[in-house]
C-alpha cells in the first residue's frame, strides 16, 4: 500500500509538470500556424522591394 501511494504522488507530481510543458507547445503550436496563416496571406513582394530599395543588408554608407 504504501510502495503504491509512493508511486502514485510521483506520477502525479510528473503528470501536472508535463501540463506545464504541453501547454507551452500547444501555445508555441498556436503562435507558429498564426505566423504561417499571416504568411500566406501577405504578399510580400512589394513590401519587399520598398523595404529593400531604402535598407541594403550588409551595405554600410561610410565603410
Not at 12 to 40: I, P
Amino acid at each position: 500500500m504504501v510502495i503504491l501511494c509512493i508511486y502514485f504522488m510521483k506520477r502525479t507530481k510528473t503528470l501536472s509538470a508535463m501540463s506545464f510543458v504541453a501547454y507551452e507547445v500547444e501555445r508555441r503550436t498556436r503562435k507558429g500556424s498564426f505566423y504561417a496563416q499571416v504568411d500566406s496571406i501577405i504578399d510580400w513582394k512589394p513590401i519587399s522591394a520598398i523595404i529593400n530599395k531604402h535598407y541594403q543588408k550588409g551595405l554600410f554608407r561610410l565603410g
